[in-house]
């Protein structure tokens, strides 16, 4: 049994390391090309163009929309994180998971 754990630990745990810095990363390039896009993406979106992003927070969102107003036909949101509130108590007494908001696309 402890052979197999070990085994699972030095397998899987860089697995999950590695896929918690790859949605790192596309966070990273997401908001970059929400709030810099190159002269490229720009003209992407100017041909009809629309990129989904995935996993942002509202507060994200939200700027975006202020400040890129004018390419907001271009852009999609999809499983919105939103805004935390405080942790409210669920069953024995641990504080309640974050969710994300799903609109079945």
Known sequence: MERSALFALLILGPLFLSATAQARDLR???LRRLFEPTPA???????????????????????AIKEQFKRVDSMM???VKPTPVPPTPGPGGNP??????????
């Open 41 to 63: 993406e720009v003209r992407a979106e100017q041909q009809g163009r629309i990129y989904i992003y995935e996993g942002l927070n509202e507060e994200d969102i939200a700027r």
């Open 96 to 105: 309640t998971p974050a969710y994300y908001q799903d609109d079945g696309c």
């Open 77 to 79: 949101f999809i499983r």
């Open 28 to 30: 990273d390039i997401e």
